[in-house]
Each structure stands twice: as structure tokens, then as C-alpha cells.
């Protein structure tokens, strides 16, 4: 199985950018972040002219997840158990779904911002890694056995080589240790980021300051594979070409291997 992640920021306006990737890159199952649409509004057509299904979640024009596959859609889950909400009164952010494919369970999460270390929306990001780490715990606990991908942007850059100079962030989101903390968190229950053993690039440039041709970016966008199913990891790669050209997003797919 090939697997696939992608911040495409905005699938209406990327789909055809999309359906391309899948058929040139071989990919069976691919986890959509910040589509920015609602399930009504999800082009569906072009994905199943392809030969793929999909399932989607989306409430507004803000955040919203899907995953597309070619190797079957069954038990899907929106958000999951514990998942903290956002605002007063509280309301349902489209950041999770769970979708098995294939027999991986396959989780595509769009993982809050942060915006600043003093903001509110910094203690909801710490409060979802928590509550993720938490299930995923009990995913283990309930079937030690089980194939489960963790896939998505993560808005944490968990090492200082993951953004191209830490004298930018110093004071800033994404790279400060509870978040970093919080990443590896996922490590201390039984997962396992895979792709950064076969491949070292970042994964999004901002729109500004020509930060794509100064290769000015920030990898955080990851795969997290429990132990069943990163011991049948035999590859991953970054796309960083799907950066290019016009009509980009600002992000690009990150790619795994499974045998």
C-alpha cells in the first residue's frame, strides 16, 4: 500500500492538482487536511472518475479532512474519543477522521495552530495532542496487533533542523517544547514516526517572502505508525515538486510505503 498525506488548502481549488498526484504517484490511499469545504461541497466526481472512494468531514470554509482510497472505505469515525472542542459556547472543529483502508486504520488530523504562546488556542493545541495521545493509548491497549496510521499536518516542527532558522521562531508556536513534548508523546505510547528514517526535506513553505525559492520552510507534516504496522514500512519520500508551478499549496505530500 502506498499512503499518502497533504495539506491541500482548499480541494475545490486544488482537485484536479490532486487527482493528478494520485494517478502519477501511485497512491492508494491519500489523507486530505484544511479542505475548506463542507461534505456537500466536496468535489466528489473527479476522485471516483479515478477509481476512488472517499470520506470526507467538513463543516464550514475553515479546517475540514477527508481521506480518498482505492483500497475500500469502512468504519468511519469523526473526531475521536476525548477530542477537546473550540469556542463558547463550545463548537465542532472538523479536524478528525478515521477511516480504515485496506486494513490500516488511517487517521487524518489537522492539528490546531497554536497562533501564539499566549494565546487560549496554544492551550486547546496542547490539550488535543493530549487527549490524541490518550486514545491512541487505548487503541493499543484494545488490539496490541492493530495497523494504525497517525497522518497529517501537525503543526509542530519537532527537532530545530526542521525549520530553516530557529532565530525566527524564537518565542513562537511549532517549535516550543510542550508542543515538541507533546509530539514525542506519541512515542511513549507505542508509535513510531516513520519518515524521517528515509527522508530529511521540509514540508511547507509560506506564500510570503519568497520563502518556496529560498527554501525559507518548516517539515511538520508526519506519519505516526503504531508497531504493527511500522514494521512493514519499507519506504517514504516528500514531494516537494507539488510546491511548484501555479496554484500550489503551501504544503506538500508526504509518502509511505507499506508492504
Same mark, same amino acid.
Given at each position: 500500500? =502506498?499512503?499518502?498525506?497533504?495539506?491541500?488548502?482548499?480541494?475545490?481549488?486544488?482537485?484536479?492538482?490532486?487527482?493528478?498526484?494520485?494517478?502519477?504517484?501511485?497512491?492508494?490511499? $491519500?489523507? $486530505?487536511?484544511?479542505?475548506?469545504?463542507?461534505?456537500?461541497?466536496?468535489? /466528489?466526481?473527479?476522485?471516483? &472518475?479515478?477509481?476512488?472512494?472517499? %470520506?470526507?468531514?467538513?463543516?464550514?470554509?475553515?479546517?475540514?479532512?477527508?481521506?480518498?482510497?482505492?483500497?475500500?472505505?469502512?468504519? &468511519?469515525?469523526?473526531?475521536? !474519543?476525548?477530542? !477537546?472542542?473550540?469556542?463558547?459556547?463550545?463548537?465542532?472543529?472538523? =479536524?478528525? /477522521?478515521?477511516?480504515?483502508?485496506?486494513?490500516?486504520?488511517?487517521?487524518? /488530523?489537522?492539528?490546531?495552530?497554536?497562533?501564539?504562546?499566549? @494565546? *487560549?488556542?496554544? %492551550?486547546?493545541?496542547?490539550?488535543?495532542?493530549?487527549? $490524541?495521545?490518550?486514545?491512541?493509548?487505548?487503541? $493499543?491497549?484494545?488490539?496490541?496487533?492493530?495497523?494504525?496510521?497517525?497522518?497529517?499536518?501537525?503543526?509542530?516542527?519537532? =527537532?530545530?533542523?526542521?525549520?530553516?532558522?530557529?532565530?525566527?521562531?524564537?518565542?513562537?508556536? #511549532?517549535?516550543?517544547? *510542550?508542543?515538541?513534548?507533546?509530539?514525542?508523546? /506519541?512515542?511513549?505510547?507505542?508509535?513510531?514516526?516513520?519518515?524521517?528514517?528515509?527522508?530529511?526535506?521540509?514540508?511547507?513553505?509560506?506564500?510570503?517572502?519568497?520563502?518556496?525559492?529560498?527554501?525559507?520552510?518548516?517539515?511538520?507534516?508526519?506519519? #505516526?505508525?503504531? !508497531?504493527?504496522?511500522?514494521?512493514? %514500512?519499507?519506504?517514504?519520500?516528500?514531494?516537494?515538486?507539488? =510546491?511548484?508551478?501555479?496554484?500550489?499549496? @503551501? #504544503?506538500? *505530500?508526504?509518502?509511505?510505503?507499506? &508492504?
Amino acid at each position: 500500500m =502506498r499512503l499518502a498525506t497533504w495539506n491541500v488548502n482548499s480541494i475545490r481549488t486544488r482537485v484536479d492538482r490532486v487527482v493528478a498526484f494520485l494517478e502519477r504517484s501511485g497512491t492508494d490511499v $491519500l489523507a $486530505l487536511q484544511e479542505t475548506k469545504c463542507t461534505d456537500e461541497q466536496f468535489p /466528489l466526481l473527479p476522485f471516483e &472518475a479515478a477509481g476512488y472512494e472517499v %470520506v470526507t468531514h467538513g463543516l464550514s470554509q475553515w479546517n475540514g479532512v477527508a481521506v480518498v482510497s482505492r483500497v475500500g472505505v469502512a468504519e &468511519a469515525e469523526v473526531g475521536f !474519543p476525548g477530542m !477537546p472542542t473550540w469556542g463558547e459556547p463550545a463548537a465542532a472543529e472538523a =479536524r478528525a /477522521l478515521g477511516v480504515t483502508c485496506g486494513g490500516v486504520r488511517v487517521w487524518s /488530523l489537522y492539528v490546531p495552530n497554536g497562533r501564539t504562546l499566549g @494565546d *487560549p488556542h496554544y %492551550v486547546y493545541k496542547l490539550e488535543w495532542m493530549a487527549a $490524541l495521545k490518550d486514545a491512541a493509548r487505548e487503541w $493499543l491497549r484494545a488490539d496490541p496487533d492493530a495497523q494504525i496510521a497517525l497522518v497529517g499536518d501537525w503543526n509542530i516542527a519537532p =527537532r530545530d533542523e526542521d525549520v530553516w532558522d530557529m532565530r525566527v521562531f524564537e518565542g513562537a508556536t #511549532h517549535v516550543s517544547e *510542550p508542543e515538541r513534548e507533546a509530539f514525542r508523546a /506519541l512515542e511513549d505510547v507505542g508509535f513510531t514516526e516513520v519518515t524521517r528514517p528515509y527522508v530529511d526535506q521540509y514540508t511547507y513553505w509560506d506564500y510570503k517572502q519568497l520563502r518556496f525559492p529560498r527554501n525559507e520552510g518548516m517539515r511538520i507534516d508526519f506519519v #505516526h505508525a503504531s !508497531p504493527e504496522l511500522s514494521a512493514h %514500512v519499507v519506504g517514504a519520500q516528500i514531494d516537494r515538486n507539488e =510546491r511548484k508551478g501555479k496554484g500550489a499549496s @503551501d #504544503h506538500v *505530500p508526504v509518502i509511505v510505503d507499506i &508492504a
